[in-house]
């Protein structure tokens, strides 16, 4: 009898598991590991401090976390199908082509910064160079037979594929691994599900999570039996048989389809009171600004900084998904509103961006869209891509585009020269320094849309408020205290202009 031999235990902490698969994929076929840049900053580059105001969300967000050594391992994967997602102890698996291992290691970095703010531990992986992902278990066989003995090595109990897999492609690695397979997109919508606080954004999330689950599920046993009807008992037709009836999983579909059209009807619901406050700003021609980028780019902290709005900052993908509004004023007195928005990620499951849309009005219908990006990243450039791209679809106002490195305090002087290659006229900021700060603001003062009536009126003492007005929404060319009134030279808008022309000379 031949012996068997134990695969060495592996410890997770002692080395960093995508450094790990990395470094092994160099080693085995040449490609090459980038430097320290992470998906996710470390403890001495986080973003925090007094910048943030009060983090009343943060106690909440932190409150959940994972206990080692509780598992949900199973010997049978199909007892999961139905129960919540729980990720914990999970191997990464990718696939890419001749020529794209960049790309390939940063999606990777990426895909484990997303399982990490999802509460798993990444514990290794594996990256195969190949044409095309195998049409049936996504990797090789040979591949996936190795991807089984490190999940038996390390003691995962998820696989997560670095794609959107096809449902064979789920249920013939599962067959291989012996473990449940995932891919990035339900991680993504995992992250959602736990991060959504109001109303509307729980059911946007919900909505795709079910657009997602509606082709991709399963039956076993007596999942796949047919109801019955009349007399019918349990051991077969009978008399008074009223046919075979529905399948369990037809019966799941057709719950499903009318919980999607529910939250269809409940998102349609939530849209007059979005006009409404959109109508009202354009009433009183307040201008809007959004702030729009790649997820954990430091949109949060770039709004606590220009506003000191003290919304959640976190070190974490997807840490802020509701949108976020926030009044703030020029140096002349002009107001208008800085708008937080959903962050973007590459592979964006399009289930996201139709749930999302909008919420993803708001930068569509923004007269300035901050494009943050995050200057230390790896890949600068597909970030850029990646958010014009998804802006693109809501018919967002590229006119008046104000690309915003953040993070400059984490990058040489040669990186800058970089990036302004990708976009000369963008600003570099450190949300965490204030670098850059005044001249951001002095950036939106200056793109910010005038006033399109220019009127000169001498207003009465006794009419004070629409001084008021002109100088909380219009721009003030000269002012002038005179024997019968208040001189003003001024843009304002249509509305306020029709009410001071009485007062015109």
Avoid: C
Avoid at 170 to 196: C, G, M, N
Avoid at 368 to 376: F, G, K, Q
């Amino acid at each position: 009898m031949t012996e068997q031999t134990t695969p060495p235990s592996i410890d997770a902490s002692a080395v960093d598991p995508v450094d790990r698969v990395l470094a092994r994929a160099e080693a085995h076929r040449g490609v090459r590991v980038f430097g320290a840049a992470q998906a996710l900053q470390d403890s001495t580059t986080a973003y925090g401090g007094d910048s943030d105001g009060d983090q009343w969300d943060r106690e909440e967000r932190a409150a959940l976390r994972r206990v080692v050594g509780l598992s949900t391992e199973l010997e049978d994967v199909t007892e999961v199908e139905y129960r919540q997602l729980r990720l914990e102890n999970v191997v990464l698996v990718g696939v890419h082509p001749q020529g794209e291992q960049t790309d390939a290691e940063n999606s990777l970095r990426e895909l484990s910064a997303l399982a990490e703010t999802a509460g798993a531990v990444v514990l290794d992986g594996v990256l195969q160079r190949r044409p095309h992902p195998d049409p049936a278990t996504y990797v090789g066989r040979g591949k996936a037979a190795e991807l089984r003995d490190i999940v038996a090595a390390v003691g995962a109990d998820t696989v997560i594929a670095d794609t959107e897999l096809a449902p064979s492609q789920r249920r013939a690695l599962e067959d291989v691994v012996k473990v449940k397979v995932i891919d990035r997109t339900t991680v993504i919508l995992d992250i959602f599900s736990q991060h959504a606080k109001s109303r509307e954004g729980k059911a946007q999330v919900e909505l795709a999570q079910l657009e997602y689950l509606l082709p991709r599920l399963r039956g076993w046993g007596d999942s796949m039996s047919r109801q019955a009807g009349g007399q019918v008992g349990a051991g077969g037709a009978g008399m008074g048989s009223r046919g075979p009836g529905e399948t369990k999983i037809e019966l799941d579909r057709r719950r499903i389809r009318t919980r999607m059209a529910q939250l269809r009807k409940q998102l349609r619901d939530f849209a007059p009171a979005r006009e409404a406050k959109r109508a009202e700003r354009k009433r009183h021609t307040i201008p809007s600004v959004a702030i729009a980028g790649y997820t954990n780019a430091g949109k949060s902290s770039l709004l606590n900084r220009l506003t000191s709005a003290g919304v959640l900052v976190e070190n974490a993908l997807f840490a802020t998904l509701d949108a976020t509004v926030r009044r703030s004023e020029t140096t002349d007195g002009r107001v208008y509103t800085l708008t937080d928005t959903v962050g973007f990620v590459r592979n964006l499951p399009h289930q996201l961006v139709e749930a999302f849309r909008s919420t993803l009005e708001e930068v569509g219908d923004a007269d300035v869209i901050l494009h943050v990006v995050d200057a230390s990243h790896p890949d600068p450039a597909a970030q850029l891509m990646t958010v014009r791209d998804v802006m693109g679809d809501v018919d967002a106002n590229f006119g008046q585009e104000i690309v915003v490195f953040n993070k400059s305090d984490l990058v040489s002087e040669d990186d800058r020269l970089v990036l302004r290659g990708l976009a000369p006229n963008a600003k570099f900021v450190s949300s965490r320094t204030g670098e850059g700060i005044a001249e951001l603001r002095a950036a939106i003062e200056e793109a910010l849309p005038l006033p399109a009536v220019e009127v000169q009126a001498v207003v009465p003492y006794d009419r004070g408020d629409l001084v008021s007005a002109v100088h909380e929404s219009g721009l003030i060319v000269a002012q002038e205290h005179r024997e019968n009134g208040t001189y003003l030279h001024a843009h304002v808008g249509a509305r306020l202009a029709a009410e001071l022309a009485a007062f015109e000379g």
